[in-house]
């Protein structure tokens, strides 16, 4: 069955250095997603993309964060200085149609952590 | 925007017995619902969804049945088992997964 998949699986990076975390989403989804989850509490939506370019995003999802589509199959996230606060668990999400009626397929996720 | 409410925050059962988790949802316009399993240090997986022109769906042990007049979904599992040990989730989409705030479920062997 095929899988969104992550990488890295772990990021240790300094507060205020730029991040990147990357996707590769199931090969025939359109709609792509990043959430994020701090650890012990539920999963947040951050953003979704389709047609490359953002279709909405949630007030988390400030100007220090960007996502891209740089080729044809992976789906990055960036986050451009790191704070403390960004210390959570990232989680790529696609979906064939939109997500209001379509499943969307979670990855492995990412756990970035700040020091 | 849409708000997800999920109860119980925790529940804890005797294997062999059945576990219920409730949600309910804000935006009428909500047609597709789906529920989510998450284990310790893993990804949300898509264990079971409806959508509202249908009021109950069923697939082995777990079932999801759907009031759209009261906005509430409701996720039933059967005969646990301690493998059904996990957190989780509803979520009402609207584009973007809004998620309640999950239920541990403990299945005591």
């Known amino acids: 069955e095929p899988e969104v998949t992550q990488t890295p699986s772990h990021q240790v990076t300094q507060m205020g250095q730029e991040v990147i975390l990357r996707c590769v989403p199931i090969?025939?989804?359109?709609?792509f997603y990043w959430y994020r989850q701090i650890l012990g509490q539920k999963v947040e939506f951050l953003v979704s993309?389709?047609?490359?370019?953002?279709?909405?995003k949630s007030e988390i999802f400030d100007d220090q964060f960007s996502v891209e589509r740089p080729d044809g199959s992976n789906f990055t996230l960036k986050i451009r200085s790191t704070k403390l606060e960004d210390s959570a668990m990232y989680f790529c999400a696609s979906s064939v149609g939109q997500g209001s009626n379509q499943p969307q397929h979670f990855g492995d996720g990412t756990r970035l952590s700040i020091l | 925007g849409e708000n997800v409410e999920q109860h119980p925050s925790t529940l804890s059962v005797q294997e062999g017995d059945s576990a219920v988790i409730k949600c309910t949802y804000s935006?009428?316009?909500?047609?597709?619902f789906p529920w989510y399993k998450q284990e310790l240090g893993k990804r949300p997986q898509l264990i079971i969804d409806?959508?509202?022109?249908?009021g109950e769906k069923k697939d082995q042990r777990i079932a999801v049945t759907l009031n759209k007049t009261a906005k509430h979904f409701s996720l039933h599992i059967t005969e646990t088992q301690p493998e059904d040990s996990a957190v989780y989730f509803c979520?009402?989409?609207?584009?973007?997964?809004?998620f309640g705030a999950g239920t541990i479920l403990r299945v005591k062997s």
């Open positions: 090969s025939n989804h359109l709609y």
């Open positions: 935006d009428s316009a909500s047609n597709y």
């Open positions: 993309f389709y047609n490359n370019e953002i279709s909405e």
């Open positions: 979520a009402a989409p609207r584009n973007k997964l809004v």
């Open positions: 409806i959508r509202s022109n249908v």
